[in-house]
């Protein structure tokens, strides 16, 4: 069974790992889902159906 590793960043995160307040809306994680969804769609020989999504939210030293 393959397994995809991925993460969702803020933009900037790479640059400037600058924390996001907490009270702040961040849609990366969704946006990143969309893409792999798109991707699959793309696919002669893939179906959404075959996949499932697991994550975890990590935050502040943990997400490093």
């Given amino acids: 069974m393959p397994i995809y590793v991925g993460k969702a960043v803020p933009k900037g995160w790479r ?11 961040s849609y990366e994680l969704n946006n990143r889902i969309n893409e792999h969804s798109r991707s699959i769609d793309l696919a002669e020989n893939l179906n959404r159906s075959d996949f499932f999504c697991r994550f975890m939210i990590l935050e502040g030293k943990e997400s490093d």
Avoid at 15 to 25: F, N
Wanted: proline share 9%; net charge positive; aromatic share 0%.
């Fill in 15 to 25: 640059q400037a790992r600058q924390l996001i307040p907490v009270d702040t809306r």
